[in-house]
């Protein structure tokens, strides 16, 4: 079995521009620099078989590359308590436009649709049930972060593999986007 998302990588001078995020919140899971990502699609565990059927439906999708910049970080909270940690992205039309090509090609493949409200972010951590209280200072030290502009010129299939410090990504297969 394979665990696969769909992702956008983020450029390196990117990826050091959010390192100073990386630290400052207690019981944190920052993720490291290397796996930072903008999710398209999160798939999860498919047969291999399957998976290259997902890697032909990706090829066939067509789109524009996407102009991006991040800005300003957030939290996803539930009940006052703080999962995660994010940059928020900021992106031209042509995202959400890749993003529904990458969920229409995984439709035909017989996956249903994520349900999901597609909301662009960079995660920087993880947390476990952290009071939003504790959270707030970081937000708030952090809330004029600005990284950016960078153009993503492909998106790329993933393998998510569970290990020491938390999982590790294996790039699979990139798609070109080309105008």
Same mark, same amino acid.
């Given at each position: 079995?394979?665990?696969?998302?769909?992702? /956008?990588? &983020?450029?390196?001078? &990117?990826?050091?521009?959010?390192?100073?995020? =990386?630290?400052? /919140?207690?019981? *944190?899971?920052?993720?490291?620099?290397? #796996?930072? $990502?903008?999710?398209?699609?999160?798939? =999860?565990?498919?047969?291999?078989?399957?998976?290259?059927?997902?890697?032909?439906?990706?090829?066939?999708? !067509?789109?524009?590359?996407?102009? &991006?910049?991040?800005?300003?970080?957030?939290?996803?909270? #539930? +009940? =006052?308590?703080?999962?995660?940690?994010?940059?928020?992205?900021?992106?031209?039309?042509?995202?959400?436009?890749? @993003? =529904?090509?990458?969920?229409?090609?995984? +439709?035909?493949?017989? %996956?249903?649709?994520?349900?999901?409200?597609?909301?662009?972010?960079?995660?920087?951590?993880? /947390? +476990?049930?952290?009071? *939003?209280?504790?959270?707030?200072?970081?937000? @708030? $030290?952090?809330? $004029?972060?600005?990284?950016?502009?960078?153009?993503?010129? !492909? %998106?790329?299939? %993933? @393998?998510?593999?569970?290990? !020491?410090?938390?999982? !590790?990504?294996?790039?699979?297969?990139?798609?070109?986007?080309?105008?």
């Amino acid at each position: 079995m394979l665990r696969l998302f769909v992702a /956008l990588e &983020i450029p390196d001078d &990117i990826k050091e521009r959010l390192a100073p995020l =990386g630290s400052g /919140l207690p019981d *944190a899971r920052w993720v490291a620099p290397q #796996s930072l $990502h903008i999710t398209l699609r999160f798939i =999860g565990e498919v047969d291999e078989d399957v998976a290259e059927d997902i890697d032909a439906a990706l090829g066939s999708v !067509h789109a524009s590359p996407v102009a &991006i910049s991040l800005g300003g970080v957030g939290c996803w909270e #539930s +009940k =006052g308590r703080v999962r995660a940690v994010w940059s928020k992205v900021k992106a031209d039309g042509s995202l959400p436009l890749l @993003q =529904g090509r990458v969920e229409s090609s995984l +439709k035909r493949v017989g %996956f249903e649709p994520d349900g999901c409200k597609f909301s662009p972010h960079v995660t920087v951590a993880r /947390l +476990k049930g952290v009071p *939003a209280r504790i959270v707030a200072p970081y937000l @708030q $030290h952090h809330g $004029h972060f600005r990284a950016g502009p960078f153009t993503a010129d !492909h %998106f790329t299939l %993933f @393998q998510s593999r569970m290990g !020491h410090g938390g999982s !590790h990504y294996e790039a699979l297969a990139r798609y070109a986007l080309a105008r």
